[in-house]
Structure formats: structure tokens, C-alpha cells
């Protein structure tokens, strides 16, 4: 679907949409105005919204995502599995100021591991709640009460395909001032 977009698209989509950027701030790096990146971003998002199967129902994804988390939460590395996409992603963004992991994870297997060595650490006062993330079902992590992490899904039929990890306080702001999800 990606590869379907312009480059200049999958760059205003994926920094505005995805990372949370302003349209200013994506104006500078891709070296057009505000007002053509908000363009580019709708023309990418009527692209995804083109490219996602419609046989797939309303609650499908809600309820691949509830899977994951309780497969996540049990470590159950053989559901994760069956839950991802062969070819899935995960990529994370810390912005230089929260941990996260440096490169994409590529390959369901390979996301299956890593998500459960990330249940192995969880620490007792660290709750992991379904919500809204982007118009999608997603999850975010709360410890003692503040949003640490956002994750942000691509559900493709019963697969997962995608995985956003939004670590940067920054970005997450708008999950922490209580004026909901971006």
C-alpha cells in the first residue's frame, strides 16, 4: 500500500499520521507548504483507505488487537505468531528521548519474540488498556497512571501487518494533557 504513494505522500502520511507531526514541521522536510502536505497526507490517507480489504468487519480488527494483547500479556509466543502477518513490521519511535527499539523488526516470528521478551519486563504497575488510536483499535501503556507508549495497528483480514511503537514524550503529550488520543 505504501508503495502505491507517492514518495512524497508516504512522507507527509507517515510523518503527520503516524509520528504526529505538525504539517509545518513536514513542510520543512519534504520542502512544500503546509497546505500542499496536508494534501499529500489526504490523498495517502484515501489511498490506504482503498487499499484496506472492505470484506473485513468493523470489529475484526478491535478483535485481532484483543487477541494480541491478551496473547502479549499470556507471552504466548505461538498465538502472537499465528496473530502477525509473516511479513509484518514494527517499527518504534523514541525521538531520541524514550528507549525503543533502533531498527524495524521485520518478519511476524521475529515480532512475536521481541513482543514477548517486552512482556517479560513489564513491571507490575505498568497497564496495557485498549483504545483509539488514530480511528483504530490499538493499545496504550500506562505506568503509574501516565502514558508511556502508544501502539497503533495495521489489520489486515485476521493478520496484523503493521505495528507503531510511539515512545517520544513529545508525541505522546497529547495522550498525557488528557485531550485524548491524536
Do not use: Y
Not at 507548504?33 to 480488527?61: D, E, G, H
Not at 512475536?112 to 513489564?122: I, M, N, T, V
Amino acid at each position: 500500500m505504501l508503495e502505491s504513494m507517492t514518495p512524497a505522500e508516504r512522507v507527509a502520511f507517515i510523518l503527520h499520521d503516524v509520528f504526529c507531526h505538525p504539517f509545518a514541521e513536514v513542510a520543512e522536510i519534504v520542502g512544500r507548504t503546509p497546505a500542499a502536505c496536508r494534501q499529500l497526507a489526504s490523498s495517502a490517507r484515501r489511498r490506504v483507505r482503498a487499499a484496506q480489504p472492505s470484506a473485513t468487519p468493523a470489529a475484526q480488527p478491535a478483535r485481532v488487537v484483543r487477541d494480541f494483547k491478551r496473547a502479549w500479556e499470556a507471552k504466548d509466543i505461538a498465538a502472537l505468531i499465528r496473530l502477525l502477518d509473516p511479513d509484518a513490521t514494527a517499527t518504534g519511535d523514541g525521538g531520541g528521548l524514550a528507549v525503543t527499539f533502533s531498527r524495524p523488526i521485520e518478519g511476524g516470528e521475529q515480532i512475536a519474540h521481541a513482543w514477548a521478551e517486552l512482556a517479560h519486563r513489564r513491571t507490575d504497575d505498568m497497564a496495557l488498556l485498549e483504545r483509539t488510536v488514530n480511528g483504530q483499535p490499538g493499545l496504550v501503556a500506562e505506568q503509574d497512571g501516565a502514558v508511556v507508549t502508544v501502539f497503533a495497528f495495521q489489520v489486515t483480514g485476521d493478520r496484523i501487518k503493521h505495528i507503531w511503537v510511539i515512545r517520544n514524550p513529545e508525541k505522546l503529550r497529547t495522550w498525557t494533557t488528557g485531550a485524548g488520543a491524536p
